[in-house]
C-alpha cells in the first residue's frame, strides 16, 4: 500500500510541476520587457508613433509571389489602426481555382498615396484563400433514395414558383457537389487580419524570437524603427465556415475581419498558430485541428485560461480513474455485489459510442478515449464472467466460469431488474430506430444502424445503470463497488458538463455528459444511506477489498 501511495503522489506531484512550469512558460509568452530608456541605441520605436496616413490593399493572385497577375478587391484609403471593421466583398474566381486549383490573398499596408509595389516602406503577407478536404459524403434517405442535395433543390424549385423568378437560386456554388474520395478545393469565407496598436519600445537584446519574423526594421535619424506588425488570423479559419469550389463558382463571398491587437496577446497566437500547424505535419487533420482552434478563438482568453487548468485536472483524473479501476477489477475475484449485465451493457454502449464518433468524424479529442474505454470495458467483461481463452489450432475456445451462491443471489437482483427495465427499452429503442428510418437521413444503413443504436445508448443507456441501484438497495451495501475510481470519474463527470461548451461533439454526446451526473448523484445518496466500514467483512465473507478475514489496511 505503501508503494501505491508514493506512486499516486509521485504522479500528482509530477503533475503540479508541469501546472507550474507551463504558468511560467504562459507568462514569458505573454509578457516582453520594454526598452527601459527611450533615447538609447538598443531600443527599437515604432513606426505607428508619428501617426503616419496608411492605407490597407488586398490583391488575389494564383501565386504567392503575385507571378502571372494580381487582381485588387479590396483597399481602405483611410485605414485607422485603431478602428475595428468588417468587410463582405466579391471574389471572381479564375479559372484554375474554379479547376480544384489554389487562391491567394496579397495584403499590404502601406503610405497613402504610395502603390504598394512603390512604396519601401510597406509590409505585406500572403493568405491562402483555399484549402483541401475531402467533401462530406451525402445523406440519403435510406427509403425513397432522395439524397439531402436532391431535397434542397425541390425546395429551391418550390420557391422560385413561388415568387415567380426564374433566376432565384442560381449563383455561386449552386453547381454539383463532388462526392469524391480525393481532396477538392474549399473557399475559405473569412480573412481576419491584426496589427499591433500599442507602441511597444522594442529591446534589441531581448527581442522575441516569435515576433522577429513580423518585424520589419529600417535605420531613420540613427534610430532604428520598426514597421506595423501584421498578422493573419488563421485560427479563425473554420471548417463550418468552408463552401465547396466546383466548376459553377463564377464568384464568392470573402468576410475581410480587421481589429488591432496587444503585443502579448499577439505572441500567444503564434504560438497557438505554430501548435496547428505542428499538429498538421504530424498527421492531424483539418477537422481535427479545427477542433483546436475551436477552443481558441471561440472562448474568451481568461475562459481559456480557465479551460487549461480544467484540462489539466481532467488528464489527472482520467490517469488516476483508469489506474484504480484496473486495479480494483485486477484484485476482483467475486461478482458479489456487482451487476454483472451492467457491466455488459457499459461494455456494449462504449464500443457503439466509439463507432459512431468515429463514423461522426469526431475529434481524435474525443475519439482516442473512447478508444481506450472500450477497450478496458471488454477487459471488465472478460473478469466478470470468469471468461478463459484457449487456442487450439488457431480458433479460440472461451470456457465461462461457475458462479458460487451468493454470486447466484447478485445474479438474480440482476436479472429481476433487467427484466422489469426491458418492457421499458425495447419498445423505445425499436420505435426511434423506425422514425429515424423513415423521416430522416443517412450516409449507409451502417450509419442509420449506428445512430440508432447510439441514440438508445444516449437517451436510455442511464437506465442499464439502474441494476447495479437495484442490486445495492436489495444488498443495503455499497461495499463491493470501487469508490475511488468512482470519485475520480465523478470529477470528471462534472469537468465534462465544462468541456461539453467548449469541444464540438454531437448534441446526444453533449447531453449525455449531464445525464451522467443524475446518475452519480444517486450513487452518492446510496453511499450516504449504506455506510462503508471497511473493516468490516461483509454477509458474504468478503471485506472491502476482498482480503481475508481479520486483515485490514490503511488508505
Known sequence: MFLKTSFTSLIVGVFVVYVLHTCWVMYGIVYTKPCDSPKGDNCITPFLAGNPKLQLSIYTALRPNAEGGHTLIHKEEDFDVNSKFERIVNVSLPKKTRNNGTLYALIFVHQAGFTPWQDPRQVHLVAQLTTYMVPKPPEIS???????????????????????????GEGAGSGPTSTSDHPVSHWRTRLTLNIVGDHFLFDREYLPSDVHRYLRVFQNNKKMVYLPLLFVDELSNRVKDLV???????????????????????????????AVYS???????????????????????YFLALTFFVAAFHLLFDFLAFKNDISFWKQKKSMVGMSSKAVLWRCFSTIVIFLYLFDEQTSLLVLIPAGIGSIIEVWKVKKAFKIQVFWKGGKPTFLFGKLDESERRTEEYDTLAMKYLSYLLYPLCIGGAVYALIYLRYKSWYSWLINSLVNGVYAFGFL????QLFVNYKLKSVAHLPWKAFMYKAFNTFIDDVFAFIITMPTSHRLACFRDDVVFLIYLYQRWLYPVDKTRVNEYGVSYDEKPKGKTHKD
Not at 424549385?157 to 423568378?165: I, L
Not at 465547396?244 to 503564434?270: A, H, Q
Not at 442499464?464 to 441494476?467: D, E
Request: charged share 25%; no cysteine.
Open 244 to 274: 465547396e469550389i466546383n466548376s459553377t463558382s463564377m464568384e464568392l463571398p470573402l468576410t475581410i475581419s480587421y481589429d488591432s491587437i496587444s503585443l502579448g496577446r499577439l505572441r500567444f497566437w503564434i504560438h497557438m498558430q505554430d
Open 464 to 467: 442499464f445503470m439502474l441494476p
Open 142 to 168: 435510406l427509403i425513397s433514395g432522395e439524397d439531402q442535395t436532391q431535397g434542397q433543390k425541390d425546395e429551391a424549385q418550390q420557391k422560385k414558383q413561388s415568387d415567380g423568378n426564374p433566376a432565384a
Open 279 to 301: 499538429l498538421q505535419q504530424f498527421g492531424f487533420t483539418e477537422k481535427d485541428a479545427d477542433e483546436i482552434k475551436g477552443i481558441f478563438v471561440d472562448t474568451n482568453l
